[in-house]
């Protein structure tokens, strides 16, 4: 290995530990609002099914500017573009700390989205200039355990701040640590060369990435992602302690399990699929079997929750579906650096549109399912069909075969 590539390893790992690091700090706000259910609804006086409304607004946000993002992230970089985005985050994050009408709330949750939407293309767009593509699903394996990590230990954490301080100040507290990471990110972050060299995605081009199958079939399998990591982030909590009477606290250390067989389950898969990837590149073989296998099994991990009684079986089965399901997560961003090196931010802000839209679907069709039920029941059969859906719509209809060459490869040539 020669010098230069060894310093390319070397700052491939720092930008994927910086990347881990933004993610951490972006999904903690998804902890501490789904542990912030009691105290929201008593100070606004809302229901379950204005309260999704809020998670919806947030999604509504982020699916916005997540198109738009990807592009401006192939354009500009992503020193500029997540700085801008972390910048809005940490200060929409300040001002929900302190608004005391509904309006205002759901004003700066989807600001709050805004400023998050850019997170996943950044990070994918990051990926793909400092990470070899046979170890991209690992590197985005990494990147992306700042998610389950932030729900593995927001849950203990956050739950006793909101218990001790309240939810405002917790989420002031957040608010600071985001402005914290935003001057990290800017003192320690450059782009790649090969970004300043990059052409930027013509509109021709973004229309065959719309018209891509594989693309639109990976993005509606991570629609199905989306609604099992939504639920999980935004309802379980109130799950816990409407069917099961269990306190704030029990609640925080039962959720820990699903999102530490998460983290588990992401690094395993993503090394297997690397591992897969190097023989031939079939990205079928090493990405896309893999999800849809996941995704089937977390579908039917659901179907037992809607006839349990008991809060041990429900975390049982929680922790399996939830676990399952996020494993899957690398491989869905290695598909977009794979088959569109050069756009990879443009593919990645498409796909990560459709999981934002499960975001709005499924906090506001569970919040109305419990509402209108009395029960989850309805909500798990619910999520079951929808990925199941993604799963068998992915194996059915993405065909990407051998990896294509990125336009850049091919003009070397």
Not at 364 to 370: D, I, K, M, N, R
């Amino acid at each position: 290995m020669t010098s230069s590539e060894s310093g390319s390893v070397r700052t491939g790992r720092w930008v994927v530990s910086l990347a881990l690091i933004l993610g951490l700090v972006n999904y903690l706000d998804r902890v501490v609002i789904s542990y912030a259910i009691g105290g929201i609804q008593a100070d606004f006086g809302v229901d379950n099914a204005s309260f999704g409304l809020a998670m919806s607004l947030f999604a509504a946000g982020t699916l916005a500017v997540n198109g738009v993002s990807g592009l401006l992230l192939d354009r500009f970089g992503a020193r500029v573009v997540w700085s801008v985005g972390l910048f809005i985050w940490t200060v929409a994050m300040f001002l929900l700390g302190l608004v005391e009408y509904w309006w205002l709330f759901l004003m700066f949750r989807v600001v709050l989205g805004v400023g998050e939407g850019v997170n996943f293309p950044a990070m994918n767009r990051v990926i793909a200039d400092w990470i070899p593509r046979q170890q991209a699903t690992r590197a985005a394996a990494w990147a992306l355990i700042g998610v389950p990590g932030a729900l593995l230990l927001g849950g203990p954490v956050l739950s006793s701040l909101i218990e001790s301080l309240g939810w405002r100040d917790t989420f002031k507290i957040l608010a600071a640590a985001g402005a914290v990471i935003l001057i990290l990110w800017m003192w320690a972050y450059r782009d790649a060369p090969a970004a300043e060299k990059r052409k930027p995605v013509t509109r021709h081009e973004y229309g065959q990435l719309l018209r891509n199958r594989t693309l639109f079939a990976t993005s509606w399998s991570f629609f199905g992602f989306g609604a099992i990591l939504f639920f999980g982030v935004t309802w379980i909590p109130g799950y816990f302690k409407s069917q099961f009477h269990e306190n704030l606290t029990t609640i925080g250390w039962f959720t820990t399990m699903p999102w530490a067989l998460s983290l588990v389950g992401m690094l395993a898969v993503g090394s297997l699929s690397d591992r897969l990837y190097k023989n031939g590149g079939d990205v079928r073989r090493a990405r896309i079997h893999l999800i849809w296998i996941l995704q089937l099994l977390a579908a039917l991990s659901f179907v037992p929750l809607a006839y349990v009684t008991s809060s041990g079986w429900a975390v049982f089965w929680l922790t399996l579906a939830i676990g399952l399901s996020m494993s899957a997560n690398g491989p869905y961003y290695s598909i977009c650096t794979d088959l569109f090196q050069d756009s990879a931010g443009a593919a990645t802000g498409i796909m990560v549109t459709f999981f934002s839209a499960s975001g709005i679907a499924i906090p506001f069709l569970v919040g109305w399912l419990t509402d209108v039920t009395a029960s989850f029941d309805a909500a798990f059969i619910m999520l079951a069909v929808v990925v199941t859906s993604g799963a068998l719509g992915l194996l059915f209809f993405a065909r990407p075969g051998p990896l294509a060459h990125s336009r850049r490869e091919a003009e070397a040539a």
